[in-house]
Nanobody, 121 residues
Framework: QVQLVESGGGLVQAGGSLRLSCAASGSVYAMGWFRQAPGKERESVAAITWTGASTNYAESVKGRFTISRDNGKNTVYLQMNSLKAEDTAVYYC?????????????????WGQGTQVTVSS
């Protein structure tokens, strides 16, 4: 089992930026970020393949969020710019130890504890 530890969440004003980080305790393949707002289901935000050559984004964050990774540090990042109130949610890091490409939540076998992102309008 790989442990995932997220950091970087917090409170920010609309239009601001935050950078989330997720460090894995061991080597993983595909990684991604999900979020869950109060009263809503968990949704995929962004995903990145093992090599980092391919990324995938939810339509609602395209052009504003960027996912990247540093395999030397077993870490994935989510740069969030032009934040909106509707981005407020708990953000979860996910990683797969067997899939090089993953998007759906069922593709991942390891999850972080979540970090709160609150955007004030």
């Amino acid at each position: 089992q790989v442990q995932l530890v997220e950091s970087g969440g917090g409170l920010v004003q609309a239009g601001g930026s935050l950078r989330l980080s997720c460090a894995a305790s061991g080597s993983v393949y595909a990684m991604g970020w999900f979020r869950q707002a109060p009263g809503k289901e968990r949704e995929s935000v962004a995903a990145i393949t093992w090599t980092g050559a391919s990324t995938n984004y939810a339509e609602s964050v395209k052009g504003r969020f960027t996912i990247s990774r540093d395999n030397g540090k077993n870490t994935v990042y989510l740069q969030m710019n032009s934040l909106k109130a509707e981005d407020t949610a708990v953000y979860y890091c996910a990683a797969s130890t067997y899939r090089r490409r993953a998007v759906a939540s069922t593709d991942y076998d390891n999850w972080g504890q979540g970090t709160q992102v609150t955007v004030s309008s």
